[in-house]
C-alpha cells in the first residue's frame, strides 16, 4: 500500500518554486499520490508528471513518433551547443547518422582494450595514494577515469593532468550554468554580462582551443584513426560550409562528452560510495574479478563474463539513475488513461521515480543485485528504462555499460574504500543524480588480493 498523498501544490508560484528549489524531492513526493498522471501547472502550460511504466512505454515504444525533446532542452542549446544532446528533427536525424557507426560491435571491441589500459594507468595512480596513506574523493577517482576513456576511446586523444584539470574547470562551470537555467521561471541570456557568464565564455573558449587543436592535428593526419572524432569531422567536411564548421565539431564533442563522462562518473561515484557499504556483495564482485580476469590484458569477451558485476551496474543506475528526468513534447493531442495531453504538451517520465515505484518492485528502496540475476523476471518491461527510449535513446548504452562494469570489476579486485565519517551522501538532482558530496574516502589495497603485496 503507499503511503497517505502529501498535499504538495500543483500550480503556480508554489510549484514552480518547488521545481525550482527541489526538483526531485518535490516530484518524488508528487508521485507518492495514486495517479498515474500528475498534471503541474506552471504559468501558461501544464506538464504532465507520467507515473506508471504503460504511460513510459507509449512514450517511448508504442507512439514514440508523437514525442519529441520538450522546450526545455532549448535552454540549454545556448550553454551546450548544438549537438545530439539538445537537437531534434533534421539536424538531430543528420548528428546521430553520422555517430552510429562508432558504436558498433567492432569498434567497442577495440575501446573496451583503451578503457582497461586507462584503468590500469589509474590503478597505477591510486597506488600512490594507498602507499602515502592520503585521501581522495571517489569523484575524483570517477573523473579522471570516464574523461581519459571517453577522449581516448571516442576521440583518439589521451589527456595529461593539466588538461584534465581544464576540462573539468570548464565542464564544472557549463553543467552549473544549465542547470540554473534548465528550472528557472525565465532563463538570463547568456550575452548578459553577468560574473557567471563571463566565466561560462572562458569555459567554453578553452574548450574550443582544445577542440581546435584536434582538428587541426586530425587535418594534417594523412591516415587518421576511424573513430568517432573523424566520423563527425568528415560529416562536417561533407556539408562543405566552413563559417559553421569549426563551431558545429566543437558544438557536438561538448555535447558528447556531458552525455558519456557526466552519466558514468555519476555511477561510478554512487558505486563506490554503495559498495564501501555493502560488505558482502563487495567481496562477491571482488571474488569475480579474482576468477575472470587474468593477468594478460583484458577483452570484450572477458567483460561479457563479469556477469555479477553487471547486476550490481544495472541495480546501481536503478536506484541512481544518472539522467533522472526525461521530458518530451507532444506533436499531436494523446491521452494516458484519462488525462488527455493536449498537442505540444509537455510530459515528464523519471526513471528515478519509476524505478522506485512500489507496485512494481519489491523493497524498492533496497540495493539488490539480484533484481537482475538470469531468469528473474521483471514485473514490467518498461518498470526499467535508465537509456530512455524510442529516437532519442542513448546512444552510448552499450559503451555504458561496458564501461561501468569493467572499471567496476577492476577497481574491487584491487582496492577497498572506506568512506570517511560524517559526510552526507544524498542524490542530488544537478546535470545527473550526482551525490551531494564528492565523497571523500581512504583508500586500502583488498585484504586477500593477489596485487596487495605490490601496494601494502
Ligand atoms: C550510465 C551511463 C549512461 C546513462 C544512464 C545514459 C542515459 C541516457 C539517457 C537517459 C539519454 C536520453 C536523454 C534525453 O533524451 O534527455 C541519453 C542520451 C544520450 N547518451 Fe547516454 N547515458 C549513459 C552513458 C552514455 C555514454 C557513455 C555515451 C557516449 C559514449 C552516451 C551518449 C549519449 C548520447 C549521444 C545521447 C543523445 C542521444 C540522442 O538524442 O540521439 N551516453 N543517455
Known sequence: MRPKEKTEPTSGLGAALRLRRDALGYLTRLAQSPRDVIPIRLGGETLFLLNHPDHIQRVFKENRRNYVRSRYYDR??????????????????????????????????????????????EIRRLEQVVKARQETTATKIALRL???????????????????????????????????????????????????????RDAVLSLERLIGDMIDQRLANPAPPNDLFQAILEAELELDDPRSFRISIRDQVISILVASHETVTSSLVWLIATLSQMPAIRSKV???????????????????????????????????????????????????????????????????????????????????????????????????????????????????????????????????????????????????????????????????????????
Open 76 to 121: 540549454l542549446r545556448p550553454i551546450l551547443g548544438d549537438g545530439l544532446f539538445t537537437l531534434d528533427g533534421p539536424e538531430w536525424r543528420r548528428q546521430r547518422s553520422a555517430a552510429q557507426p562508432s558504436f558498433s560491435g567492432v569498434n567497442l571491441k577495440r575501446m573496451v582494450e583503451e578503457m582497461a589500459a586507462i584503468t590500469t594507468s
Open 146 to 200: 570516464t574523461l581519459r576513456i571517453t577522449m581516448k576511446s571516442l576521440f583518439g586523444r589521451d589527456l595529461d593532468d593539466d588538461e584534465i584539470k581544464e576540462i573539468f574547470r570548464a565542464f564544472t562551470i557549463l553543467l552549473r550554468v544549465s542547470e540554473k537555467k534548465m528550472w528557472a521561471p525565465v532563463p538570463l541570456p547568456v550575452w548578459i554580462p553577468t560574473p557567471t557568464h563571463k566565466r561560462y
Open 286 to 456: 571482488a571474488a569475480e574479478a579474482d576468477r575472470i580476469l587474468g593477468d594478460e590484458s583484458l577483452d570484450f569477451e572477458t567483460v561479457q563474463k563479469l556477469t555479477y558485476m553487471k547486476q550490481v551496474f544495472e541495480e546501481l543506475l536503478r536506484l541512481y539513475p544518472p539522467a533522472w528526468t526525461m521530458s518530451r513534447r507532444a506533436l499531436v493531442e494523446d491521452k494516458f488513461g484519462d488525462t488527455l495531453v493536449p498537442k505540444d504538451g509537455t510530459v515528464i517520465t523519471s526513471p528515478y521515480i519509476i524505478h522506485r515505484h512500489r507496485d512494481f518492485w519489491d523493497n524498492p528502496e533496497g540495493f539488490d543485485p539480484e533484481r537482475f540475476a538470469p531468469g528473474v523476471e521483471r514485473s514490467h518491461p518498461w518498470a526499467y528504462f535508465p537509456f530512455a527510449g524510442g529516437n532519442h535513446v542513448c546512444l552510448g548504452n552499450r559503451f555504458a555499460m561496458l564501461e561501468g562494469v569493467l572499471i567496476g570489476s577492476m577497481l574491487f579486485r584491487v582496492f577497498e574504500f572506506d568512506i570517511v565519517p560524517g559526510q552526507k551522501i544524498e542524490p542530488v538532482p544537478a546535470t545527473t543524480l550526482r551525490p551531494s558530496s564528492p565523497v571523500l574516502v581512504r583508500v586500502k589495497a583488498r585484504s586477500g588480493s593477489a596485487e596487495l603485496r605490490q601496494v601494502a
